[in-house]
């Protein structure tokens, strides 16, 4: 029997930069001019289940959106604005039964609302980049949260970064 070459390409995504790649692109579609979001939710076969990005709820037009951060609360963006994994958790279609034991990619860590939204799905593990907000009372609230309830996170790191050009003609 001859010997098997393996000539595959070496430079492919892992698993991980896949889903959370899909999740960085569904992040463009925020409108959010300062922070944009995306989350992606894959059940333990590796599909994707559903995806969400930050944005206004349905029905509310983006344009007479108030994005502001800062000033009167009722004409900032903080009560209106429908958080990446909020909207992936509640874009899923199928049977909530697929969502046990999903793990959840979002390229910002979960603030206690979603956290509250991550556990009651059944979601198990929440794969992030980026903690900037790691110090707020939120993200504290949150990591109590998942810790409390057995839910993973773990920071996404790269053996190799990557940059991905994605061009669409």
């Given at each position: 029997m001859s010997e098997i070459k393996n000539k595959n390409?070496?430079?492919?995504?892992?698993?991980?930069?896949?889903?959370?790649?899909?999740?960085?692109?569904?992040a463009l579609r925020s409108k959010d001019p300062n922070t944009q979001v995306g989350a992606c939710i894959v059940g333990d076969d590796n599909r994707i289940l559903s995806i969400g990005y930050n944005g206004t709820p349905?029905?509310?037009?983006?344009?007479?959106?108030?994005?502001?951060?800062?000033?009167?609360?009722?004409?900032?963006?903080?009560?209106?604005?429908?958080?990446?994994?909020r909207n992936a958790i509640l874009n899923y279609k199928g049977s909530r039964r697929d969502l046990e034991n999903a793990k959840i990619y979002v390229d910002l860590f979960p603030c206690n609302e979603c956290a509250k939204e991550i556990i009651q799905s059944g979601i198990k593990e929440v794969i992030y980049l980026c903690d900037k907000y790691a110090d707020t009372e939120s993200v504290i609230a949150s990591k109590r949260l998942f810790d409390e309830c057995g839910i993973i996170y773990r920071k996404l790191e790269f053996e190799h970064p990557k940059t991905l050009t994605l061009e669409l003609k």
């Open positions: 390409r070496k430079d492919y995504l892992k698993w991980d930069e896949y889903f959370m790649a899909i999740a960085k692109l569904s349905n029905g509310f037009d983006d344009v007479y959106f108030p994005w502001e951060r800062e000033g009167n609360p009722l004409e900032t963006k903080y009560l209106y604005v429908v958080h990446a994994e």
